[in-house]
Nanobody, 124 residues
Framework: QVQLVESGGGLVQAGGSLRLSCAAS????????MAWFRQVSREEREFVAA????????LHADSVSGRFTISRDNAKNTVYLQMNNLKPEDTAVYYC?????????????????WGQGTQVTVSS
């Protein structure tokens, strides 16, 4: 069982930056593929980025590539999402997710564990 707690959301002006953090419980954290998704209202959760268990590989959605970077610190059981040059269309609730899998997955149905979400609002 893995529990995930996100933090770092907030209100920022367009062009600004935020860093989201996701703290995970459990000694097997290094073995989990971790990801960030985002959701606007009742729309389907949208893939943002994923990182392999030991951080060797990562994948970013085209919409955030070059602006967002996912990383992890296995010693701290934490995964991060650095978000730069934020745009109003990045406004959403951001969720951290985990799955016990060795590769990269971008479909939300593949992830077993989810955090409660953190709101990111970008004003124009």
């Amino acid at each position: 069982q893995v529990q995930l707690v996100e933090s770092g959301g907030g209100l920022v002006q367009a062009g600004g930056s935020l860093r989201l953090s996701c703290a995970a419980s459990g000694r097997t954290f290094p073995a989990y593929t971790m990801a960030w998704f985002r959701q606007v209202s009742r729309e389907e959760r949208e893939f943002v980025a994923a990182i392999s268990p030991y951080g060797g590989n990562s994948l970013h959605a085209d919409s955030v590539s070059g602006r967002f970077t996912i990383s992890r610190d296995n010693a701290k059981n934490t995964v991060y999402l650095q978000m730069n040059n934020l745009k109003p269309e990045d406004t959403a609730v951001y969720y951290c997710a985990a799955v016990d899998y060795g590769g990269l997955l971008y479909h939300n149905m593949k992830y077993d564990y989810w955090g409660q979400g953190t709101q990111v609002t970008v004003s124009s």
